[in-house]
């Protein structure tokens, strides 16, 4: 899976599927979400994007 790195005014969010990049993004101050699966993923991109 490709990392897909979004810049929604000045906050950033990181979705991967391996957690040590994961991580490594929450350790430099962004948001990551680890993909498991697609419902998941889309749950965490729409609390995202309502934030």
Known sequence: MKWILYDVGGVLELIDDNDAPARGAESCGIRAVLHRDNATTIAAIE????N
């Open 47 to 50: 609390r995202f994007l309502a």
